[in-house]
């Protein structure tokens, strides 16, 4: 008699691993971690415009602009802009905050037919000069848009196959631009080599991504909303990121043709405390819940030592540092949830805010995008429901 089947089971940790050891070899964010910088940082140093302008969009930007949101205070005087929507009023105001006779623009576009950049592309083109000596291009080496920056002698960094665009921030798409800047992109990809050689040792990382993956999967009937609480202002470009990764990544149909679906959520704290907060806490058991907070946000500036007439009754406030007020707030969320003992949830812990500790948080979400989607047996690198829509919209405006 012999036996076989084509029907979705959750597997082992082990067998997991070993699948993704095997993917290691194909699929290529992994070795990005390791690759040589020196082209980028010396077309760095040829970088004299002081606007620094992305046209790109999804995973084009988002993981860019997450890294920009959080080391701000780290970068130099250039200025940088994201232009990624369509939106008309959105399109003239940020272009109104821009010196176009002082700007370099970074064309980034995967595929290089992305409609929404190569439309404000042409836009740019119309209002100012875009050529070899304002423009550069990331793209793939065969694309329509390597094509354009070769008749205008544009620079060219590339994208490599095997790395989809939400996990291309570690690429010269967000290498690049964040170079330009003054973030040190050796000390992001020192982060990521940290949590690549963790996880594949079995070290910390390993157990770590590993048992929330399987809890995850195991619980995904029950708890398929994954809430991203972060207790920092400069996360909230980590929150888009992370929605992109996860939503475009998990939601696929399995070799069970099996819709499976894990959907981000991500919320800010303190504000969000006073809003979504209370769905969580009183609302329908849906949900998991990880903090994210910030050990030390390298900012003395407290509450002054004054009182305020008809609000003395908060003096005993006074003298406290904000990051210690912040991370309070934190800590009470996490222990009222903790006490109602029937949300999952976790905390991490970023130690500093830098490009090496931001880059750990980000690859390790990566690995366990990766491993979760093993879990349930998916392609968790292409994105047929967002392509059938561009195929929609192509017809139409052709139409």
């Known amino acids: 008699m012999q036996y076989t089947k084509n029907f979705y089971q959750i597997k082992s940790t082990e067998e997991i691993f ?6 290691k070899t194909h699929i290529g964010y992994y070795s990005l971690p390791y690759q040589d910088t020196t082209e980028i940082k010396e077309f760095v140093k040829t970088v004299e415009q002081k606007h620094i302008v992305v046209l790109g969009i999804g995973g084009s930007s988002l993981g860019t602009y997450a890294i920009h949101k959080f080391l701000q205070h780290k970068e130099n005087d250039k200025k940088l802009h994201f232009l990624e929507s369509t939106d008309p009023l959105d399109i003239h105001c940020k272009i109104s905050k821009i010196d176009l006779n002082d700007a370099l623009f970074i064309i980034i576009s995967k595929s290089g037919t992305t409609i929404e950049t190569i439309s404000i592309l042409k836009h740019l083109s119309f209002v100012t000069t875009v050529d070899k000596n304002n423009c550069i291009v990331i793209t793939e080496d065969d694309s329509k848009l390597n094509d354009f920056a070769v008749h205008n002698g544009m620079k060219r960094f590339f994208i490599p196959k095997n790395v989809g665009g939400r996990f291309s921030v570690f690429s010269a798409v967000g290498l690049v631009p964040l170079a330009i800047i003054g973030i040190d992109i050796d000390n992001l990809l020192n982060g990521c080599k940290e949590v690549d050689d963790s996880f594949f040792n079995k070290k910390e990382f390993y157990d770590e991504i590993m048992q929330k993956g399987r809890f995850i ?61 209370q769905l969580i806490m009183e609302g329908k058991r849906d949900k998991t819940v990880t903090f994210i907070k910030v050990e030390d946000f390298e900012d003395d500036i407290a509450i002054p030592d004054i ?50 500790n931001l880059a750990k948080l980000m690859y390790g979400y990566q690995l366990l995008t990766s491993v979760i989607g093993k879990f349930v047996q998916i392609n968790t690198y292409d994105q047929p429901g967002v392509e059938a829509g561009k195929i929609i919209l192509k017809e139409k405006l052709q139409g």
């Open 18 to 23: 070993e699948n993704i050891k095997l993917e």
């Open 307 to 356: 009182s305020l007439f008809g609000l003395e009754e908060f003096d005993y406030i006074n003298k406290l540092p904000f990051k210690q007020l912040i991370n309070e707030q934190a800590d009470a969320t996490i222990e009222a949830i903790e006490n109602l003992k029937d949300i999952p949830c976790d905390v991490i812990t970023i130690d500093r805010i830098d490009e090496y």
């Open 217 to 277: 999967v195991e619980n995904k009937n029950r708890f398929n909303i994954n809430v991203i609480f972060s207790y920092s202002s400069l996360l909230e470009g980590f929150n888009k990121w992370y929605i992109q990764l996860w939503g475009e990544s998990l939601g696929k149909l399995n070799i069970n043709m099996t819709k499976q679906g894990f959907t981000p959520i991500g919320i800010l704290g303190p504000v969000d405390q006073h809003s979504f907060l």
